[in-house]
């Protein structure tokens, strides 16, 4: 598996408290994406960044924001969590081979409550 | 949008059947690729296809872009309970490095 940790792995909190999940790679891959996965939708990106502080928007990032100060770093925070945003989040990299194939971290389970 | 298909949704075979499963893109890909997500686990790049027609193989599953490269399939042979999971395939956003995945085709075998 490519080198790619998220923490916490679990985490309960409560409705309108803000969440910062993290994710950290040491393969030095130029990009890094966020994704929620929920029943019956498959993968949704979220956010996704193509270098150090350059990020952009993906399908579902309303209630979501992005910082990447280093290109190993990739914090998605909740600024203030609501239990519609209660999922499996799994942060992902990747560089360019001979396509964009995408290496994925082990998932953070989040329970809004 | 940009929208990938996945069907069946659901398939539960018995051990040792064959069975095949596909995906279907709204628009023209230059590549597709194939992840397998174990029960509890996290998605897992299988592979990727890039040629009109291109066909690979991987042990008993065999993966097809079609001549439009707009479709592709995973053909399972004799599968095993080592083949439970969610398949997913994904086409690039636009060409991009992003992303659409598909929902996904979870496949559940009877020993």
């Known amino acids: 598996d490519a080198g790619i940790t998220q923490s916490p792995r679990h985490k309960v909190t409560e409705t309108g408290t803000p969440v910062t999940l993290r994710c950290h790679q040491t393969?030095?891959?130029?990009?890094m994406y966020w994704y929620r996965q929920d029943p019956g939708h498959g993968l949704r990106l979220i956010h996704y960044s193509y270098g150090v502080k350059d990020t952009d928007k993906g399908e579902v990032s309303d209630g979501y924001s992005v910082s990447r100060s280093k290109t190993e770093d990739f914090l998605l925070t909740l600024e203030s969590a609501t239990s519609s945003q209660t999922s499996v989040y799994f942060c992902a990299i990747s560089e360019f081979v001979s396509g964009y194939e995408q290496y994925f971290g082990p998932g953070t389970r989040l329970t809004v409550t | 949008g940009q929208q990938v298909m996945q069907i069946p949704q659901y398939q539960h075979v018995q051990e040792g059947e064959d069975f095949t499963t596909y995906c279907n893109s709204s628009?023209?890909?230059?590549?597709i690729q194939w992840y397998k997500q174990r029960p509890g686990g996290h998605p897992v790049f299988l592979i990727q296809l890039v040629k009109s027609g291109e066909v690979k193989k991987q042990k008993r599953l065999t993966f097809q872009f079609g001549e439009a490269k707009k479709n592709s399939s995973l053909h399972i042979t004799a599968t095993q309970t080592t083949d439970v999971g969610t398949y997913f395939c994904?086409?690039?956003?636009?060409?991009?490095?992003?992303?659409?995945f598909g929902k996904g085709m979870k496949l559940t075998v009877n020993p």
């Open positions: 393969e030095n891959h130029r990009y």
């Open positions: 628009t023209t890909l230059s590549n």
């Open positions: 994904a086409g690039p956003r636009g060409g991009s490095e992003k992303l659409v």
